[in-house]
């Protein structure tokens, strides 16, 4: 049948980000079973450990998976943060792009796991679509309440369903939430919750963490630290990273009376003789009102801040593990001959600030395979799918590691007994889609994971160069005592001397050598 304008206005109706995603959930990383389960262990473990960190609450997390059909699992998470008030749980977990972390146009924010407000309500969606069954919510209030509820997503207006509401007093200093969930999926060991918890633990020593497996055993990762890390300050962009769409937008929007009050408040590392700078350069009197402002003065703005002489943005707005925090977090749960870490200095692509930071672990856990295991994080959340599109294995990869003492072909990661943590900590993480797995590879980024691995690098060829030299001498020390008995006899016809006191000189000799080689 042919359509004209009125018969496809019939059909024209607006779609809901729920219905949206719920025909695309391979999107969001639900593209098959192990990957969804994986997902809702980490969505909700990411909330967790965002909250209890906002919260100045050193983390405890409880997580269990259970098999409760041929590949149905119920997937619980509980925390100790500091709960959700009742009226904000059906929109928080039953409404796909509702949250407190996303930061529109005009605001760059600060770093944290959860970017946009879907992490939750999704898991809860694919629940739903696989088995039919509603999220089962609890949350604490400390002094206010405990709120229980079954809950679904409507689809249609992407609005949550709530069943069988409680609420009663909490009496008690319990605060948290817990949310347990029955979905489709498939228990995998390898690349799989237990391994994503345990690298959650590495990159997160402050956190507890307890998990009981589907065969009932558990296992707690536990807290190497009780310093929590220092909360990340929210920034305003960088006059560097602003498109012209933004500026127009945070123009009309402006609360701001003048354009100099606009441009010296809205910015990062704008202040009064940079704006006086700007108006000259773009021909736009500072005494106007940002609402005035056409589209044209507005590109000459934009193009007179993006070419004057700035500081770069603060760098408060990070929250790097720190040094000392990643080789508490790879002592804990690897045996290390040799660890190092190293914390690049913060710095900025595309005026959004990141920082990157290595860890090396030389391990007997891998002496085995001698694979070297790079774990990748970005925003301290591990990092598992998607690996060889990743700028993290890209400049890895790309590093002569043969310099190091490793075997390796260029292109590919190197070979050794060794355990790599690699994290990329940013206002705004650039990853390649919304699964949120690989890292988009600008060069600066690049730039900075490579310089941070020919460091320990470096570092690593000194140890391996201190154990061969070792090695070296023990084994000349060996081929000595070998052959002492003859030399001893040789010694003794040759000089006519007791053969017991002359094998008491070379013992001697051969211990003080071995002495001054370990240093004793
Ligand atoms: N365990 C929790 N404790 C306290 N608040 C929580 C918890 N889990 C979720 N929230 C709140 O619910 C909001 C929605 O969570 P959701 O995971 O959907 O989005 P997000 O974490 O903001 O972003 P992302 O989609 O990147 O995960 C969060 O922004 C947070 O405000
Ligand atoms: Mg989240």
């Known amino acids: 049948m042919i359509k004209d304008a009125e018969l496809l206005a019939k059909e024209q109706r607006e779609i809901s980000i729920s219905e949206f995603f719920e025909k695309n959930r391979h999107l969001l990383g639900f593209d098959n079973p192990a990957k969804a389960l994986l997902m809702a262990v980490k969505e909700f473990v990411d909330n967790s450990l965002d909250a209890c960190e906002e919260a100045g609450i050193l983390p405890d997390i409880f997580v269990s998976i259970k098999k409760v059909g041929e590949d149905v699992f119920r997937v619980t998470v509980r925390d100790n943060g500091p709960g959700i008030l009742k009226e904000q749980v ?7 792009l509702y949250g407190s972390k996303f930061r529109g146009l005009g605001t760059t924010g600060k770093q944290s796991r959860g970017q946009q407000g879907i992490g939750a309500s999704a898991c809860i969606l694919y629940a739903q679509l696989t088995t039919g069954k509603p999220a089962q919510i609890e949350s604490w209030v400390k002094g206010k309440e405990h709120y229980k509820c079954a809950l679904f997503i409507d689809t249609r207006t992407n609005e949550p369903l709530v069943e069988k509401e409680e609420i009663v007093e909490n009496g008690l200093e319990k ?14 060991t390898v690349k799989g919750p237990e391994e994503y918890l345990k690298e959650t633990a590495i990159a997160n020593p402050h956190a507890q963490i307890t998990f009981v497996r589907p065969d009932g055993t558990r296992i707690t990762f536990k807290r190497g630290t009780d310093k929590l890390p220092v909360l ?7 006059p560097y990273g602003i498109e012209l769409g933004t500026l127009i937008k945070m123009l009309k929007s402006s609360s701001s009376k ?3 009050s606009f441009l010296t408040t809205k910015f990062s590392r704008l202040g009064i003789n940079a704006a006086k700078e700007i108006s000259k350069m773009a021909k736009v009197p500072l ?17 007179a801040m993006q070419s004057i002489k700035l500081q ?3 760098t408060d707005c990070l929250s790097p593990i720190g040094e000392e925090e990643i080789i508490k977090g790879l002592k804990k749960e690897y045996k290390c001959d040799f660890v190092t870490a190293i914390s690049r200095p913060a710095t900025i692509y595309r005026a959004i600030p990141f920082q990157v930071e290595i860890g090396l672990a030389y391990t007997q856990d891998l002496k085995q395979d001698g694979q070297i295991k790079l774990i990748r994080y970005a925003n301290k959340v591990p990092l598992f799918y998607q690996q060889g599109e990743c700028a993290i294995y890209k400049a890895i990869a790309d590093t002569d590691w043969r310099r190091y003492g490793l075997q390796h072909t260029r292109g590919s990661l190197p070979i050794g007994p060794i355990v790599l943590l690699v994290h990329l900590a940013s206002v705004w993480v650039p990853f390649i889609s919304e699964g949120k797995q690989a890292i988009a590879s600008y060069p600066e980024i690049i730039k900075e994971i490579k310089l941070a691995a020919n460091e320990v690098g470096r570092r690593l060829k000194k140890y391996l160069s201190g154990i061969e030299r070792k090695r070296y001498k023990e ?11 003859e030399v001893v006899k040789a010694l003794s016809a040759l000089t006519n001397q007791d053969e017991k006191k002359v094998c008491e000189i070379v013992m001697h000799s051969i211990n003080e050598r071995r002495g001054e080689e370990y240093g004793k």
């Open 232 to 238: 990340p300050k929210e920034i305003k962009p960088h």
């Open 287 to 303: 005494s106007l009102h940002p609402y005035e402002i056409t589209r044209e003065q507005a590109e000459k703005l934009l193009k």
């Open 175 to 188: 605060h948290g939430v817990s949310i347990t969930l029955e979905l489709k999926g498939m228990y995998r």
């Open 312 to 314: 770069r943005p603060p």
């Open 475 to 485: 084994m000349r020390i060996k081929v000595f005592e070998k052959y002492s008995n």
């Open 90 to 96: 059906p929109k928080v977990f039953g409404k796909l």
């Open 258 to 260: 003048t354009l100099l």
